[in-house]
């Protein structure tokens, strides 16, 4: 039985016998008549307290129980006497599943997530850890229900790909190897370059165009060397792709989705979040909880730049009408101008990818970018080009090979309708509702420049 039904159990109030469990030891602690394990199984943040009669004819394996040894327990669930816990168990036999040395590095002191990304096989065990990746599991099932719910179909766009969706040219290539020459790569297995996917758009707005709403939700590659604690290698996205949206309705789901998955944070993981308030971030309960209590603001691209040059900050990047809004800029507008999540919208055309819808005004693009206070952007998104010309004129000025992207074109030859969507970083996403500072800690192996051990 995990801990997690146990626990569930004790809020019945009611002693129960005959209970087995099974976990790691995180403490031991020996009196003379008897000893106290504290054990988990990750199952949920709490561990429970098994007491070990000196008197038990198991007890003679006490002295090989150490901290990070797996055991099972038969005993029964009674109150326990001692503060500390309202429960424990009394065991009635102990076996020892699997021994921990004493050079197990993770003993009871405290580790920092630096040290623990050195041990990324075993950190899950922590409570930090075991609390983030719970929580991981958790916001990636209640991404799929925000969908379900609303009638989206889930669609699996390909992770090798030969289109570059963003144009920004920083993708993995993809080879195989011949057979005994492991160091010559070969590159014609499908005919043509192939990489990793950057993103799932292109393929995602096929289906759209045929489904209506439709997501994807996997995993996405980005060879850019940039060393922050927002960007990985390796990062997993969520993309819906809706025909007949326009660029407001692209904001307003974005935005539903967002408030929806830190709902489910407080619904879903309260134990999780106490922690994290407690431990990792003294404001993100208050902050999540403002989250709810307003809608989100929206600020055009043009307002946004003139809120930025009137603030009288001196940015370490200048702000120009017509350039990418930097973090420090996009962490201003969040955390001190609207001190709350907000909505960028109508970026300039000529800093924008091939398929964003252009605006009339000839010089900004149906784009919008979702900040929140601690990170920045963590949505993505706009409404797509859907007037083929148009379409076929950016591709040219883009310099994409117009036949790798005929089928792309189709889409708007062949019963085109205007369509939007967004991509929204899962983990940015997780960073936002756990206080986590570093995206290498959301991930369980995280993949950066210079680091892909495992
Ligand atoms: O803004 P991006 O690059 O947009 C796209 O890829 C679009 N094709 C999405 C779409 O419209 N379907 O990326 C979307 C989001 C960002 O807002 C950010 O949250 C996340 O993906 N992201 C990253 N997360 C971690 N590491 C990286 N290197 C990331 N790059 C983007
Ligand atoms: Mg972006």
Redesign the pocket.
Known sequence: MSLDTIHSLIHSESERPGIIARGWVRTKRDSKACSFLEISDGSCFKGLQVVVDAALPTAELLPRILTGASVEVVGDLVASPAAGQKWEIQAKELRLLGEADATYPLQKKGHTPEFLRTIAHLRPRTNLFGSVFRVRSKMAYAVHRFFQERGFFYVHTPIITSSD??GAGEMFQVTTLKPNTPTKPEQDFFGRPTYLT????LQ?EAFACALGNIYTFGP?F?A?N?NTT????E?W?I?P?MAFYDLTADMTLAEEQVRYLVQAMFDECPDELEFFNKFIDKGIIDRLKQTLAKPFERISYTDAVEILLKSGRSFENPVVWGESLQTEHERYLAEEHVKGPVTIFNYPKDIKPFYMRQNDDGKTAAAM?LLVPGIG??????QREERLDVLEALMAKQGLDPENYAWYADLRRYGSVPHA?????F??LLMFVTGVPN?RDVIPFARTPGHAAY
Do not use: N
């Not at 950057?198 to 758009?201: E, K, L």
């Not at 952007?377 to 706009?382: C, F």
């Open positions: 969706c963003e950057v993103s799932g758009q995602g996405t980005r850019e940039s927002r960007h990985a290698a990062f996205m993309e792709e970018d952007e963590i949505v993505g998104g706009s969507g967004y991509g929204l970083g983990e940015r995206i």
